[in-house]
C-alpha cells in the first residue's frame, strides 16, 4: 500500500509537470514577437527568433522550436517577416523650414525612424523637438541636437533668404565663440557643429572646448583650414564630405592660399555670396585635378582617427538628376502638409530640366569617394539632410540607404550606418542600434528581407518605439496622404 501511495504520487507529478509544460512560459507585464526572422546589424540574419518585450527593454530572446510559451501571453506573430534595429536619420533639419517641422517627427516614425540627429538650428526651436520626444518616448522619434551652426565672422546661415534661414551663430572673434558655445554646453546640446567661415583658431578653441566636455564636434571642414588640420585637431565627424577634395586636389596649396586672400572679404559681401563664390571657383577644379598621393593621405589620416563620415548622397544625387522633376515624385509630396505640397510644387515647376554636367560629376565622384573610404575603414552614418532638396522627411532615409548600397557597402553595412553606428556615435553601443537583450526596444518590423535588397527597408509592418508596439494602421494614421 505504501509503494501504490509512492507511485501515484510520482504519477502525479509528472501529470503536473507534463501540465505546466503545455501551458507554456507565461510572461506578465510583457508581449511577444513569435518567430520571426532577426538581423542584427553586428551579427547578422537570425532565422525563427522569439522576443519578449517587457516595458522597454528587450528581456528574452530565443529559438522559437526551443521554448513552449502560454498562449495566454499576449503575442504578435513575426511569421515570415524581419526585425531589424529601429532607423536613425543622421542629419536633418527641423528649423529649415519651420512650417513643416511639426509635421516631421510623424513622418519619421512613419518610416521606421526612431532617432534623429539634428545637425543645426536655432537652440530653443531645436530643443522643443527634442523635449517633446522625451515627454513622448513611446511615440516620438528620439532626438538629439547640435543647437546652431557655430559659425565665423561672415556667417552662412544668417537668414538673409530663404535659401539661408538662421540656423547659425555669427561670431566675430574667438571671445565671442568661447562665450557662445559655452551657452550651449550649459544648455545640453548633444554634440557642435562648426561650420565654413570659422577662422583656424576659432576652430582650434572650438574643438577644445568640444574635448573637454566630452562632446563630439561634426561639421563641415572651414576654408581656412585644410581637411588633415581639422581631423588632427578633433573634427569627430564629417557632413556632406564637405570641401575634402580641395585637400586632394594637385593645385591643394595653391588653393589653399587663394582662400586666404579671399576669405579676407575686403568688399564685405555676405558670408553665403562668399562661400558659394569659393566652391564655385575650388570645387570643381578640385574634382577634376585629383592627385592620388594627396587622395590616400587624407584618406589615411581620417581613417586614423575614425572621422565619421555621413555623405548625404541622395541629397546630391537629388540635385545633380533633378529627380524631384521625375512623375513619380509626385505622389510622395502627398506626404507633407497640403501648404508645403504647394510650395514645393510651386518651387520645383519654375526649375528647368536641363542638367548641370559638373554638378552630376560631382555626384559621381562622391559616390566613389564614398567606396573608397569605405574599404579603408572609415565609419560612416546614414543622412539626408531633409527638407533641404526636396527631400521626403522619413522617405528619403531609405533612398540614402540605396544609395549607399550602390557605393559598394553591403546590405548588412548599410544597415550599420543607420542602426549601430550612430548608437556607437553617440556613445549608445550598449543600450541601443542592436537586437540583444537588456537592449532598448526601438525595432522595425519588415515583410521582406534587406539584406537580399536594401530597398526592403520600405516594407515596414510594425515599428516598436521604446517597447510600444504600433503597427501599420497606427502608422498610416501619421501620414497625411492627401489627394
Not at 11 to 24: H, P, Q, R, T
Not at 165 to 173: D, H, K, M, R, V
Amino acid at each position: 500500500m505504501k509503494r501504490f501511495n509512492i507511485t501515484l504520487g510520482y504519477i502525479l507529478v509528472i501529470l503536473a509537470s507534463i501540465a505546466c509544460k503545455n501551458e507554456g512560459l507565461l510572461y506578465n507585464g510583457a508581449y511577444i514577437i513569435e518567430d520571426i526572422h532577426l538581423i542584427d546589424p553586428v551579427d547578422g540574419l537570425k532565422e525563427h527568433r522569439s522576443l519578449v518585450i517587457k516595458n522597454n527593454k528587450i528581456i528574452e530572446i530565443f529559438k522559437t522550436d526551443e521554448v513552449e510559451i502560454s498562449r495566454k501571453n499576449k503575442i504578435y506573430s513575426g511569421s515570415g517577416n524581419y526585425l531589424i534595429p529601429g532607423l536613425w536619420d543622421a542629419h536633418i533639419h527641423f528649423a529649415y523650414q519651420t512650417e513643416l517641422a511639426d509635421a516631421m517627427p510623424d513622418l519619421f516614425l512613419a518610416h521606421g525612424i526612431t532617432s534623429v540627429r539634428d545637425t543645426g538650428g536655432e537652440f530653443n526651436f531645436v530643443n522643443g523637438f527634442k523635449q517633446d520626444a522625451l515627454t513622448h518616448p513611446d511615440t516620438k522619434t528620439r532626438v538629439k541636437i547640435a543647437g546652431p551652426l557655430i559659425d565665423g565672422k561672415f556667417n552662412v546661415y544668417d537668414g538673409s533668404s530663404p535659401n539661408f534661414p538662421p540656423l547659425s551663430i555669427q561670431n566675430e572673434s574667438v571671445n565671442q565663440l568661447q562665450e557662445q558655445v559655452q551657452s550651449l554646453v550649459d544648455k545640453e546640446v548633444d554634440f557642435l557643429k562648426a561650420y565654413e567661415m570659422l577662422s583656424p583658431k576659432q576652430f582650434e578653441v572650438l574643438a577644445d572646448i568640444a574635448k573637454a566636455n566630452n562632446l563630439k564636434l561634426t561639421g563641415h571642414v572651414p576654408l581656412s583650414m585644410d581637411v588633415i588640420t581639422a581631423s588632427n585637431l578633433g573634427l569627430s565627424s564629417m557632413e556632406h564630405l564637405r570641401n575634402v577634395e580641395l585637400s586632394m586636389s594637385s593645385d591643394a596649396d595653391a588653393l589653399f592660399q587663394e582662400r586666404q586672400r579671399v576669405l579676407k572679404n575686403e568688399k564685405q559681401i555676405k558670408g553665403s555670396a562668399l562661400r558659394t563664390s569659393l566652391h564655385q571657383k575650388q570645387r570643381m577644379q578640385s574634382v577634376y585635378n585629383l592627385d592620388s598621393t594627396k587622395i590616400k593621405e587624407v584618406v589615411s589620416v581620417l581613417s586614423k582617427n575614425q572621422t565619421w563620415q555621413i555623405p548625404t548622397l541622395s541629397l546630391y544625387k537629388n540635385f545633380a538628376l533633378k529627380k524631384y522633376k521625375n512623375p513619380s515624385y509626385v505622389p510622395l509630396l502627398n506626404l507633407l502638409p497640403r501648404v508645403n505640397k504647394e510650395q514645393w510644387n510651386e518651387q520645383i515647376q519654375a526649375i528647368d530640366t536641363t542638367l548641370d554636367q559638373q554638378i552630376v560629376d560631382y555626384t559621381v565622384w562622391s559616390k566613389s569617394m564614398v567606396g573608397y573610404m569605405h574599404k579603408r575603414g572609415i565609419p560612416f552614418m546614414a543622412g539626408t539632410d531633409t527638407p533641404i532638396g526636396f527631400l521626403i522627411p522619413g522617405y528619403s532615409l531609405h533612398q540614402e540607404l540605396e544609395e549607399l548600397n550602390l557605393s559598394g557597402l553591403s546590405p548588412l553595412e548599410v544597415l550599420q550606418t543607420a542602426t549601430s553606428n550612430p548608437a556607437h556615435y553617440f556613445n549608445l553601443q550598449d543600450s541601443l542600434g542592436r537586437i540583444k537583450k537588456g537592449y532598448l526596444a526601438d525595432l522595425v518590423v519588415l515583410t521582406k528581407n534587406p539584406l537580399d535588397t536594401i530597398s526592403n527597408t520600405k516594407t515596414i509592418d510594425a515599428v516598436i518605439k521604446n517597447g510600444k508596439y504600433l503597427n501599420r494602421t497606427y502608422l498610416d494614421s501619421l501620414l497625411i496622404q492627401e489627394d
